[in-house]
């Protein structure tokens, strides 16, 4: 497999001047996002090998490199699961990647169901910490020291600072947002009454099926992690007439699309205006 290296070169020969700064990551659902970058490159993920092919419906699989408020953002738009069959440290080289190519931060978003009855359907909720259920993850097997330690603490994964940030911005904005824990479950099928109520008293808030190996390998290897995830449905057995698929799903995406479009918009522009080094 090509080395996450020479394809952040091969990568940066392509996209000129602009220096990707803040990588997205956009799950199901929320393509459209994406619309706010700026005249972006785009590069289908079948041009980058390593990038794979995503065969899961609503998951583009482009990657699109531009600017946002003068922010320079490497997005994937569509992402990879373990339930897809790829290997587990397959999933890590996109991250791995977008890290090379300069990004020190990411912002992993997806759809979720929400573990609590006060959470809602279309309700955002900014990740504070996760729960990994799903036996999968992309450090295992050897580990490469030049890209980061083989025991990576995790006691300040997702980033105090940046949720903080992510906050103030929700409510310049008048856009509702909470906070909570991510479960990752495995999928690919939804989960079971049983599940459901086991995985809140475990402490999650949401459950979803992607985002934990992203964040164990952006850790890994240094980066910032924000994650945003949009309450797409009840967990199962929370409500009372629910029938899950994933056209839900992706219809709750693109539901909430523009207001996610609208916090990470301000978000990047408040970020350039505190100099935090972006
Ligand atoms: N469970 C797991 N993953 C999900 C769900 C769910 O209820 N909704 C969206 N992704």
């Given at each position: 497999m090509i080395s996450h290296i020479r394809l952040a070169e091969r990568i940066r020969s392509g996209i000129g001047s602009v220096q990707p700064r803040i990588a997205l990551v956009l799950g199901s659902g929320l393509s459209t996002v994406a619309d706010i970058i700026e005249q972006p490159r785009i590069f289908a993920y079948d041009e980058l090998e390593g990038f794979g092919r995503s065969t899961v419906p609503g998951h583009t699989g482009r990657l699109l490199i531009g600017n946002i408020n003068g922010i320079g953002v490497a997005c994937m738009q569509g992402r990879h699961h373990a339930y897809e069959g790829h290997p587990p440290a397959a999933l890590a080289l996109p991250i791995r990647c977008l890290n090379a190519l300069g990004c020190h931060t990411v912002i992993l978003t997806n759809a979720a169901g929400s573990l609590r009855t006060d959470l809602q359907a279309g309700e955002l909720l900014v990740i504070s910490d996760h729960i990994n259920w799903a036996g999968v993850n992309p450090l295992m097997g050897p580990n490469d020291e030049s890209i980061g330690p083989r025991f990576v603490d995790m006691g300040d994964a997702w980033c105090a600072e940046l949720r903080g940030r992510f906050h103030r911005?929700?409510?310049?904005?008048?856009?509702?947002?909470?906070?909570?824990?991510?479960?990752?479950?495995?999928?690919?099928?939804?989960?079971?009454?049983?599940?459901?109520?086991?995985?809140?008293?475990?402490?999650?808030?949401?459950?979803?099926?992607?985002?934990?190996p992203e964040c164990l390998v952006a850790r890994h290897c240094g980066m910032r992690v924000l994650g945003l995830s949009l309450i797409s449905n009840l967990g199962a057995g929370l409500a009372d007439e629910q029938k899950l698929d994933h056209e839900g799903t992706l219809a709750a995406g693109a539901d909430a699309s523009s207001r996610v479009a609208r916090l990470l918009n301000a978000f990047l522009q408040t970020s350039n205006r505190d100099s935090l080094n972006f």
């Open positions: 911005v929700a409510r310049e904005e008048a856009i509702e947002l909470k906070e909570g824990v991510y479960l990752m479950a495995p999928g690919p099928n939804f989960e079971t009454p049983a599940e459901v109520r086991a995985m809140a008293i475990l402490g999650g808030d949401a459950v979803g099926m992607s985002t934990v």
